[in-house]
C-alpha cells in the first residue's frame, strides 16, 4: 500500500449488548491521498478491527447506505475525500437517529415516513390498454425532475432542526417525495397527499432552515419542494371549499 | 455546544428488534447554520403582530372622534421606550421584507393551476417594484405630502 500519512479516526461505538451510551474509539490508520472516508473505514473493518459496523454497498453515491456523521457534518462517506480533513476525523452515526450498532442507524422510522406520503401514482381513473402509455412532455417531466434523484441517504434528516425537535415531522426527503408525485402530471392523487401534508408534522412544521438543501449529496432541493408543497396546500384548501373533494 | 434532541427523534411505530441507542442531535443544535435566522424570521410575526395591533388601536381612537384621546397617543410616541421600539421595529421589518422577497421566488411551484411561472427576474423585479412603491407611498404619507 503506498503510505500517505497517517490520520486517526475517532470512531463512535455502542454494542447494545454492552454499552448503556455510545462511546468512541481511536484508530490510527495509514491512508492514501486518493482514499475516501469510506476507504477508511473497510481499512479499520478489514484491518484493525472486525467487530466494526457500519453499512456501505455502492461506493458511488448512489445507493444511499454510508450517510454518517464526519466531523459533525452529515456526509456520504463514499463521496467525501480524506484529504478534506486534517489528521483527525471524527466519525459516528447520522444525528436524529436511534443507533443500532456503532455507525449503523435505525431507519424504520424513515421507511414508515416514506410511506405515510403515498410515493406512487394514483390515478382517479385506471386507463385502458388501449389508451396506450401515460406519456410526459420533457416540461412535465422538468416540473418534478430534480426532487426523483433522492437516493434516501437520509443526511437531510441528520441535518434536519425540526427532525431533532419535532418526532411527528415527516421530514425532508418524504415530503419532497409527496410534492414529487404530486408534481407528476400522470398522477391525481394531490388531495390525498395535502391531507398528510397538513396534517401533524407536515410540511407547516418546516421552518425553511434549509440545512437539509445543504447537505444533499445530489443536489435535490427538499427545502423548495417544501415551501412549494405548503403554498400548493393552502391553495388546496381553499379549493375545498369550492370544489367537492375528488372534483378537479 | 449542542442541546439533545429529543429520544424519540425517528423512532419507528414498532419497537426496533434491538436495544438502540438515543438519537445524536446535529452539532451546534440549534445554533448552527440558518437555524438562528429562522428563528428571528419567525419572531418578527410577533412584531408584525405588536405593530398591528398599534394601528388597530390608532383607527379605533380614531373613530372615536376624542382629540385629547388622540393627541395623548401620539404623546406617548415621545417615550424613549417606544423609540427604541420604533427603530427596532424598523430594522427588524426592513430584514424581514427583504428576506422574505429574498426567499419568495424559491417557495413558488413551476405552475399555480395553469398558469406557468414568470421567469425569476420578472418575479424579483416585481415584488422589488411593490416593496419601492408601497415603501415610497408610506413615506410620503407620514411626510405629509399625501393627505
Known sequence: ?248 | MSLRARVDAMKGSAPPRTRTADPAPPRNFPFRGNYLPYVAFGSCGILLFAVGFGLLRLVWVLGDGDATRWKAIFESYRHPLYIVFHAFALVALTWFTFRFFRLFPKTQPPKLGPLPRPPDAVFLIGLGAAFTVSTLLVGLVLGGALP
Open chain 1, 1 to 248: 500500500m503506498n503510505g500517505q500519512g497517517t490520520k486517526t479516526f475517532v470512531v463512535t461505538r455502542f454494542d447494545p449488548d454492552r454499552d448503556e451510551a455510545p462511546r468512541t474509539q481511536e484508530y490510527e490508520v495509514p491512508v492514501r491521498e486518493d482514499w475516501k472516508v469510506l476507504d477508511a473505514l473497510n481499512y479499520i473493518k478489514d484491518e484493525l478491527d472486525p467487530t466494526l459496523s457500519h453499512r456501505w454497498s455502492c461506493r458511488m453515491a448512489v445507493c444511499g447506505s454510508c450517510g454518517m456523521q464526519v466531523n459533525g457534518e452529515p456526509k456520504l462517506t463514499c463521496k467525501t475525500a480524506l484529504r478534506e480533513y486534517g489528521d483527525r476525523v471524527e466519525v459516528g452515526p447520522l444525528a436524529n437517529f436511534p443507533v443500532v450498532r456503532d455507525l449503523v442507524i435505525e431507519m424504520e422510522g424513515f421507511l414508515e415516513r416514506l410511506k405515510a406520503v403515498k410515493p406512487w401514482i394514483i390515478q382517479a381513473k385506471e386507463a385502458a390498454v388501449i389508451e396506450g402509455t401515460n406519456r410526459q412532455t420533457p416540461e412535465q417531466l422538468a416540473e418534478f425532475k430534480q426532487y426523483s434523484m433522492c437516493i434516501n441517504c437520509m443526511l437531510c434528516y441528520a441535518a434536519c432542526p425540526v427532525v431533532a425537535n419535532e418526532p411527528d415531522f415527516l421530514g425532508p426527503a418524504a415530503l419532497a417525495l409527496g410534492h414529487r408525485y404530486n408534481q407528476d402530471s400522470r398522477d391525481d392523487g394531490d388531495s390525498e397527499r395535502h391531507e398528510v401534508f397538513r396534517g401533524d408534522g407536515g410540511v407547516f412544521a418546516c421552518s425553511f432552515a434549509n440545512e437539509c438543501s445543504e447537505v444533499c449529496p445530489k443536489n435535490v432541493d427538499p427545502s423548495k419542494a417544501i415551501q412549494q408543497a405548503k403554498l400548493l396546500n393552502v391553495l388546496d384548501w381553499a379549493r375545498s371549499f369550492v370544489v367537492p373533494r375528488g372534483g378537479r
